[in-house]
């Protein structure tokens, strides 16, 4: 009987739950929403009930017409770098803190006096800040300490459904460095961190491989999902390092590019990139023997949409008339103006920035506008000023020795032509377009639950799942043409740096 896979990507606005067949094939899928709430100060929450009900919903409508019984492995891919507070029984004792509450600001200050910021970068990999889970367990500690002192165990998204799946409270690499408590090299807890922020180690959940069976599902959620009882559910892993497995980063030198709101570049080494001023950071892998480092920005295709709205409302007037995407005719209109944008820069930093900056106030802005600049030239800067700060991460990479060659890339973004263009031509790089761009999440947590359940032997069956369907080389004229605008680029954050704290 052929063997199905059911994965789940529990993302910020909703859990998309995903069947595929042993083979690779897409089976169904089919998501669920639930809100976050909000409020000043910096919250940002969630109800882990409602993480359940989605899971729980969204598992009986993907079965409609299925086999249940064929269900042979389950597992999980989730949003990180969060903060949920369960009692013994793990019932939640507050709402989840996601990655973006920024109440901890404070004890992100304490954690790097004590903790010493080279140090915790050396052992994290990563920045100590306020969007990781310490800073938010320390800020639980200081304002509902009677929270904190009955908290059993600090979980993350999908760790806590693995609990109502299973009744283990566990957790794995992967999410584990989204924490700031996880000493990357040694693949354990650090004594040295937890010590440093002030925290009980017995809060921390028992850490497993992301391919670990953390037990079978049992009679009572089998019978809320509409499963079998005994199904293995496997640990799964954090969304970002499950997107690239899904991706195809499972060995050395795989690099990929995720091009959604915000974007990300990774890539697979056997150690861990330290940059030396700290851009990038890196992730456990979820593939045994190698790590995953990362650069994060702020806002890619969310500066495209940001055009949309607030400029191109001609061309979305026209989509609506002609029945066609308003990104498609914005690509069209971009695609006349010459690469380089006759000299437009745009700097893409209307969220502060991450990777490479590591600034909250920067700011955006559009450099060089003449009496000769035109719409085109504003749209396709728009592009180009993505691609050029998402090159910088790579240039971190292979200037720390990463071999950075071909670069499968996958969101939303990734669908117009003219912007996979403009990356090879900006990354100068091959870049290879898979035939899917969204589904890399859940692909990814389907691969890590086939490996952990003995349905696959190893993680190079990602090929089974994805195959390259387009293949973008750069142009040496238009990285030429980059290779300046680059330069400038760089040239001119470093000179406007400094007025950003007036805004």
């Not at 052992?123 to 889970?133: D, F, N, V």
């Not at 009955?150 to 566990?170: E, I, P, Q, S, W």
């Not at 979820?286 to 702020?298: D, E, I, K, N, S």
């Not at 690509?331 to 969220?351: C, R, T």
């Amino acid at each position: 009987m052929n063997r199905l896979i059911l994965a789940h990507d529990l993302g910020t606005s909703g859990n998309k739950a995903t069947l595929f067949s042993e083979e690779g094939e897409l089976i169904a899928s089919c998501s669920h929403a639930y809100d976050t709430f909000y409020g000043p100060g910096g919250v940002a929450e969630q109800n882990a009930e409602d993480w359940w009900d989605a899971v729980r919903i969204s598992t009986r409508t993907l079965l409609e017409g299925q086999e249940p019984d064929r269900v042979a492995a389950i597992a999980f891919s989730g949003q990180m770098m969060g903060c949920l507070c369960v009692d013994r029984e793990g019932r939640p004792l507050r709402k989840h803190m996601l990655y973006c509450d920024q109440r901890s600001v404070e004890q992100a200050a304490v954690f790097t006096e004590r903790g010493g910021e080279d140090e915790i970068y050396r052992i994290t990999g990563h920045r100590a800040s306020a969007s990781y889970s310490a800073t938010k367990l320390m800020w639980v500690r200081d304002n509902q300490p009677d929270i904190y002192r009955n908290t059993y165990k600090m979980l993350n998204a999908k760790d806590y459904l693995n609990f109502r799946l299973t009744g283990r409270m566990t957790s794995e690499p992967t999410d584990a460095s989204g924490t700031n408590l996880f000493d990357l090299k040694a693949g354990a807890w650090s004594e040295q961190l937890v010590q440093a922020a002030g925290l009980d180690m017995d809060k921390l959940p028992d850490l497993i491989p992301a391919t670990g069976v953390v037990g079978e599902l049992t009679r009572e959620a089998a019978e809320a999902m509409g499963l079998r009882q005994g199904i293995p559910v496997v640990a799964g892993g954090g969304d970002g390092v499950c997107a690239g497995v899904g991706a195809g980063s499972v060995a050395e030198g795989r690099t990929y590019n995720y091009l959604g709101s915000s974007s990300w570049v990774a890539t697979s080494t056997p150690e861990p990139i330290y940059d030396a001023a700290k851009r990038t950071f890196n992730w456990a892998h979820a593939v045994p023997g190698l790590f995953h480092p990362c650069g994060t920005m702020q806002t890619a295709a969310s500066s495209y949409a940001w055009l949309k709205s607030e400029v191109c409302l001609a061309e979305t007037l026209r989509a609506e008339a002609e029945g066609r995407s308003p990104y498609e005719i914005m690509n069209e209109v971009a695609a006349s103006s010459p690469p380089g944008a006759n000299g437009l820069i745009y700097l893409p930093y209307l969220l502060g920035e991450r990777s490479p900056r590591w600034n909250p106030l920067t700011r955006g802005g559009f450099i060089g506008l003449t009496m000769n600049t035109n719409r085109a030239d504003i749209v396709r800067s728009v592009l180009e000023g993505v691609s050029m700060n998402l090159s910088i991460i790579i240039d971190i990479f292979r200037g720390n020795g990463a071999p950075v060659d071909d670069i499968v890339v996958i969101g939303g973004g990734a669908k117009g032509d003219l912007w996979r263009r403009i990356m090879a031509d900006v990354y100068g790089s091959t870049i290879l377009r898979p035939n899917f761009l969204e589904e890399a999440t859940s692909i990814g947590a389907a691969i890590i639950a086939g490996v952990g359940s003995g349905i696959f032997a190893d993680f190079s069956v990602v090929d089974r799942f994805f195959h390259i369907e387009d293949k973008t080389s750069p142009d040496p004229d238009n990285q030429a043409v980059y290779a300046k605008n680059k330069d400038l680029f760089e040239r001119l954050y470093q000179a406007i740096e400094p007025v950003f704290p007036y805004f």
